[in-house]
């Protein structure tokens, strides 16, 4: 089987930049030309479409969307808002993702999705004839269903298993020799522990040897863990359901390359919506360029990760993203460096004394300023505490940072973990 799935994985960063830029201009055409939304969006931000020429003028003057514009149109011109570019007698399926936002494909949705998705098989090293055992969702928010395509594509013997089932997945995937799991991550962690109920060794007792995971974060340890029980090689990816799938790993695990000749996919500080430069981190904002029933430009998706363009390995130029490093609304930038709250709550977590944490950043004069406050059960020894924890927060969060122990309960229960006071980053 071919070691790449199409031409543009493998071409110049400039020829990818160039059809990017192509299928980004007929986007917004489609999108101003079809969709109301977008076209009233144009029309009061003072664009044409004519105004944008190049990739340049795009990142320039195409303004973002968000999820929640498109849950309230969806929620004010029910069932598909106004963002709908297509007549309704040409949706071939809908599905529904968290909004809720109905989500409606045409024929050339689906076949987009379909090669889309089999690119990640592809880069997963499936072969042909394999046996896939596809453990997610068919109905109403169908992963288990765009996978199943994409194993077609392929060329895969599909188990169209769905969710749940535990036992009889393990009787299928030993009986029928499964080489492929596609599903969760936790999931593969429940049918470890009741095979083993079972009284089967998962690593001996089944075949499986590439699990290709989504839907859920796929953290080191259990990916590992994982790996170990089964003997097989894990892939994870990345999507989001208004967008789809828009990263996949190769076999050298370093991050997940964009499937670039589908997605324009940008890195923007959440904060002040300005584009960063490749290793600096900040949230991913993509516009996908074939959809035809609901076309999304430049959509937020509130996750944050980094963006590389060095060449990988593998032969792919296509630019990767380095993990998913959390939701923007829970990080903020002080002092120029981004500070994830559950970094800080990790150094406390190895402490049983210690409690609950709140995060507050201010500015006082002109420059920030943060402390974290700490709950602790021993007040004698919170000196002790505040200098322990002033250096391990220092080197888990890459910047200074004041510590004040208080009293358990002292931290209200609703408070927010991070709270930040300065006044232009109010939210
Ligand atoms: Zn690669």
């Known amino acids: 089987m071919a070691k790449f799935y199409s031409k543009a994985e493998t071409m110049s960063r400039e020829e990818l930049r160039k059809l990017q830029e192509k299928k980004a201009l007929e986007m917004v055409r489609h999108a101003y030309e079809n969709s109301p939304y977008y076209h009233r969006k144009f029309d009061e931000a003072g664009i044409k479409p004519g105004d944008i020429k190049n990739l340049d003028?795009?990142?320039?003057?195409?303004?973002?969307?968000?999820?929640?514009?498109?849950?309230?149109?969806?929620?004010?011109?029910?069932?598909?808002?106004?963002?709908?570019?297509?007549?309704?007698?040409?949706?071939?399926?809908?599905?529904?993702?968290?909004?809720?936002?109905?989500?409606?494909?045409?024929?050339?949705?689906?076949?987009?999705?379909?090669?889309?998705?089999?690119?990640?098989?592809?880069?997963?090293?499936?072969?042909?004839?394999?046996?896939?055992?596809?453990?997610l969702s068919y109905h109403f928010m169908p992963a288990g269903l765009f996978a199943h395509m994409a194993a077609e594509e392929t060329g895969l013997c599909v188990i169209p298993a769905g969710t749940g089932e535990t036992r009889m997945q393990i009787d299928f995937m030993r009986k029928l020799g499964t080489k492929i799991y596609a599903g969760t991550p936790s999931f593969l962690a429940r049918l470890a522990e009741e095979a083993q109920k079972m009284g089967l060794d998962p690593k001996k007792?089944?075949?499986?040897?590439?699990?290709?995971?989504?839907?859920?974060?796929?953290?080191?340890?259990?990916?590992?863990?994982?790996?170990?029980?089964?003997?097989?090689?894990?892939?994870?990816?990345?999507?989001?359901?208004?967008?789809?799938?828009?990263?996949?790993?190769?076999?050298?695990?370093?991050?997940?390359?964009?499937?670039?000749?589908?997605?324009?996919?940008?890195?923007?500080?959440?904060?002040?919506?300005?584009?960063?430069?490749?290793?600096?981190?900040g949230e991913i904002v993509a516009t996908p360029f074939e959809r035809d029933a609901l076309p999304l430009l430049?959509?937020?998706?509130?996750?944050?990760?980094?963006?590389?363009?060095?060449?990988?390995?593998?032969?792919?130029?296509?630019?990767?993203?380095?993990?998913i490093r959390g939701r923007v609304d829970m990080l903020t930038k002080v002092k120029g460096v981004f500070i994830h709250p559950k970094q800080a709550q990790d150094v406390v977590s190895h402490y049983p004394e210690l409690g609950r944490i709140q995060i507050i950043v201010e500015r006082p004069g002109d420059y920030d300023e943060m402390t974290i406050l700490v709950e602790g059960k021993d007040p004698s020894k919170f000196g002790e505490?505040?200098?322990?924890?002033?250096?391990?927060?220092?080197?888990?969060?890459?910047?200074?940072?004041?510590v004040k122990m208080v009293k358990v309960g002292e931290i209200p229960a609703d408070a927010r973990v991070l709270e930040d006071r300065r006044k232009h980053y109010a939210r």
């Open 298 to 323: 430049r959509y937020r998706t509130g996750d944050a990760s980094v963006l590389t363009e060095e060449i990988c390995k593998c032969g792919r130029t296509e630019a990767r993203i380095l993990g």
């Open 57 to 135: 003028d795009f990142f320039k003057k195409v303004p973002f969307t968000s999820k929640h514009e498109l849950v309230s149109s969806q929620r004010e011109h029910p069932p598909f808002g106004e963002f709908l570019a297509v007549p309704r007698e040409k949706l071939r399926l809908v599905f529904i993702s968290p909004g809720p936002i109905f989500e409606p494909y045409t024929a050339k949705d689906l076949e987009s999705t379909r090669k889309n998705m089999a690119k990640g098989l592809i880069s997963g090293g499936v072969q042909e004839g394999d046996i896939i055992q596809i453990t």
């Open 385 to 402: 505490w505040e200098n322990k924890l002033k250096e391990e927060f220092r080197q888990a969060l890459r910047i200074k940072t004041n």
């Open 205 to 281: 007792d089944l075949n499986l040897r590439i699990g290709i995971c989504g839907a859920e974060p796929l953290p080191p340890d259990l990916r590992k863990k994982l790996q170990d029980i089964f003997g097989i090689e894990l892939f994870d990816a990345y999507g989001v359901a208004e967008l789809g799938v828009m990263t996949r790993e190769c076999q050298y695990h370093n991050g997940m390359h964009i499937n670039e000749e589908m997605y324009l996919l940008e890195i923007v500080d959440p904060n002040t919506l300005e584009r960063v430069e490749p290793g600096e981190e």
